[in-house]
């Protein structure tokens, strides 16, 4: 830890001080020798060491300026190792990947600020970019939502969209005391593998994130009626209730009783009435 360096709330600042988990971060990435690694968020540059040790090249983004010189100076020595001082939600990702990797094989590795994750997730795997895997430390609450099925409490907004792009592993739990300052919950480590083709197919992605949205916009409402308010100008009710029904579903359901197919469904069958 740099004792002259002062943590910036805005930030999300919380530095990983258990040596053993960038490690075991890096072993269980699936990062091979011949890859190239995104790193989002490196802070000192411990868990970028890691993966230097074992990857062709690294390139850490990293949005707080005053991190840099002390990272120029930790990772002095590794000459596989960029880092580039931006905010990885206005960088251009996809710029970045063609110019820094070629035609390497590109694995996503980042410790995320609670604060920001999902708008993070989103970006990486709405673009698209081509990744291997993402392996993120996250809030241990937001890892279990990641990993929910459904059904399951924990089961929400994020959890249906995050699987349409990639199967997610929860690989360990971090306790908080592994970090400086200590959050207040545990951290989790999970691994998504992004999919070449998503697993169930929709006519119209817009449209199924949009029925994915509504679902879980008032957790309290059935499907058909969280439906209804958002294509009430379209559907009546009844109408929607038919939708349920020739897909086998109880017209009492609730969004976080189904899965990425069962929404794949439904949007296939809105899309063909509109």
Do not use: W
Not at 19 to 43: F, H
Not at 55 to 84: A, F, H, M, Q, Y
Not at 265 to 274: G, M, Q, V
């Amino acid at each position: 830890m740099n004792n002259d360096f002062r943590k910036k709330k805005q930030y999300g600042q919380n530095f990983l001080v258990n040596n053993t988990i960038p490690k075991r971060i890096a072993e269980q990435s699936g990062i091979t020798e011949n890859s190239g690694v995104l790193e989002i968020g490196p802070g000192f540059g411990v868990l970028t060491r890691e993966l230097a040790r074992i990857s062709k090249k690294v390139v850490s983004v990293e949005i707080d300026r005053e991190l840099i010189p002390i990272l120029s100076e930790k990772l002095s020595g590794l000459t596989n190792v960029k880092v580039i001082n931006e905010d990885i939600l206005r960088i251009d990702i996809a710029e970045l990947v063609a110019t820094e990797f070629s035609d390497l094989p590109v694995y996503v590795c980042a410790n995320l600020p609670y604060y920001i994750t999902t708008p993070i997730i989103m970006k990486l795997l709405e673009g698209r970019y081509g990744f291997v895997s993402i392996t993120l430390m996250v809030q241990k609450e937001v890892a279990e939502r990641l990993c929910a099925k459904s059904g399951e409490p924990a089961y929400g907004a994020i959890t249906a969209p995050v699987n349409y792009y990639a199967k997610v592993t929860r690989l360990f739990t971090v306790k908080a005391g592994s970090f400086s300052p200590a959050p207040k919950v545990d951290s989790a480590v999970i691994k998504l593998d992004l999919y070449k083709e998503p697993p169930v197919y929709a006519e119209n992605e817009e449209l199924l994130f949009t029925v994915i949205k509504s679902a879980f916009s008032q957790r309290r409402k059935t499907l058909v009626n969280s439906l209804h308010s958002v294509f009430n100008s379209i559907f009546t009710k009844d109408e929607i209730c038919d939708i349920m029904i020739q897909i086998g579903l109880n017209s009492l359901i609730r969004g976080e009783d189904l899965d990425i197919s069962q929404f794949a469904d439904i949007s296939n069958r809105i899309l063909k009435k509109l």
